[in-house]
């Protein structure tokens, strides 16, 4: 009987063993590829030895310094490697320990702006439906994930919702990509209206939405829009990219591709490829100098913040990335996976959409084709898709609630960025056997 209470109470886990490169073996010897990094985290693989090698060397100096005492070397290189590739704006880095952790320090730096430079009734914020910024409170208030949200709903802070960039259910029949994006934009600058402009402390989004909708990319120009409006109502924009930046989705930032620089960026899962447990919100100067020039101080802090274990570990990961170019693999076989799906799934009868950007692909699975008509939600396809995924010797991320919490179903796809080809083809065909297998296996 095991004394941990996992994510499913009753569903038996099979032991993970050991990981090498692209494979999980777990203790009956079955090996897995790792088609989705985890959750979007193994960016490097497993057991990447400079990885290894820099973190043990940063145990034998010193494992943990507490941030009110301390800097250490490790986090000081981490922040300039990072401060030296960040977009335009950005200026210094806040280390946290992952994702949820980022997004909610964010909220409280955003808030904390406003009261600096004596604007405190600000006090909203405005994100998107079926959105996912994490678990804790801050974050599940301003994300739109319903399954998660509803229990603790009496908890969460108010924050209001507009339309996600779903340009697969949500465009027009005659209206063109451009054309949604500013219908989209019209939505938020709308809400802000009726919110009134100097209420509203930030919009906040995921650049390339992950696991709630099954990686939904901007349409072109959105962000742009989104950009100025905040800009003319002196909003902060905060971009989520804890799951679809850091290299996923082809550029070091997935920011780069739509043209704009955030006032804060969250980052985590490729930051420290899942070696060690970090994550960093990214701030412009204006925040920084602000807490700078007025209280001297963020309020705001955590016991392994700055973990120099962990900084070892994402600086190791950062540094293997551009040294062995690996973000010109990322486009290069994200170019190949995104053929390689659309050959195989392109006239399948139950999958409706493939999306994505570099190694971050989702695939939305459909009961009707024509009329994008969803299962059953009764039939929970996407954890028969996973079960049959990893009888098959895969790893892949599906999920639930695709179109509005409740109904829709998809497969997520982000491989580390060493992949090949050849393992590609492995991952599309063991993935589509899975998906026939699962569909069959609800009639």
Do not use: W
Not at 127 to 137: E, F, I
Not at 284 to 305: E, L, N, P, Q, V
């Amino acid at each position: 009987m095991t004394r941990i209470l996992h994510r499913a109470i009753g569903s038996p886990l099979p032991v993970a063993a050991i990981g090498s490169g692209m494979m999980v073996r777990d203790t009956d010897g079955k090996d897995y590829i790792d088609g989705s990094g985890g959750a979007a985290v193994s960016c490097l693989g497993h057991r990447h030895p400079d990885v290894l090698a820099a973190m043990h060397a940063q145990l034998d100096r010193i494992a943990y310094a507490h941030t009110s005492f301390f800097t250490t070397e490790v986090a000081e290189e981490l922040a300039d490697h990072l401060i030296a590739r960040a977009p335009a704006g950005i200026a210094h880095v806040y280390f946290v320990s992952g994702g949820s952790e980022a997004i909610e320090a964010a909220l409280k730096m955003a808030r904390q702006y406003f009261v600096e430079i004596g604007q405190p009734q600000r006090r909203n914020f405005i994100a998107r439906r079926q959105s996912y910024h994490g678990n804790t409170l801050g974050a599940l208030a301003v994300g739109g994930n319903e399954t998660r949200r509803a229990a603790f709903a009496p908890l969460l802070i108010a924050t209001h919702h507009v339309s996600p960039c779903y340009e697969y259910r949500d465009r027009g029949a005659n209206e063109s990509p451009e054309a949604y994006g500013a219908r989209l934009a019209a939505e938020l600058e709308t809400m802000i209206g009726a919110l009134e402009p100097d209420s509203v402390i930030a919009f906040v989004a995921e650049t390339v939405v992950g696991a709630t909708a099954g990686v939904l990319p901007p349409v072109p120009g959105y962000f742009r829009r989104i950009r100025d409006i905040c800009d003319r109502h002196g909003i902060l924009l905060i971009l989520d990219e804890v799951m679809c930046g850091m290299g996923r989705s082809g550029t070091l930032h997935a920011c780069e591709q739509d043209g704009v620089s955030p006032d804060l960026m969250a980052i985590a899962k490729g930051l420290g490829g899942g070696y060690a447990p970090i994550g960093a919100i990214l701030l412009g100067a204006k925040i920084h100098g602000a807490f700078a020039d007025g209280s001297g101080a963020f309020y705001h802090g955590h016991t392994y913040m700055g973990h120099p274990l962990a900084c070892a570990a994402a600086l190791a990961v950062q540094r293997v990335i551009e040294r062995d170019n690996l973000l010109a693999n990322v486009r290069s076989m994200g170019a190949y996976l995104d053929r390689r799906l659309r050959e195989r799934f392109g006239n399948a009868p139950h999958v409706g959409d493939v999306r994505g950007r570099g190694l971050f692909f989702g695939i939305e699975l459909v009961a009707e084709r024509d009329r994008k008509e969803p299962f059953d939600p009764a039939l929970k396809l996407h954890a028969r898709v996973k079960r049959e995924a990893m009888s098959r010797g895969l790893m892949v991320y599906p999920g639930g609630g695709t179109i509005d919490g409740r109904h829709g179903d998809h497969v997520l796809i982000a491989p580390p960025f060493i992949i090949d080809a050849a393992t590609i083809d492995i991952i599309v065909e063991r993935l589509g056997e899975a998906i026939d297998a699962a569909v069959a296996g609800t009639h």
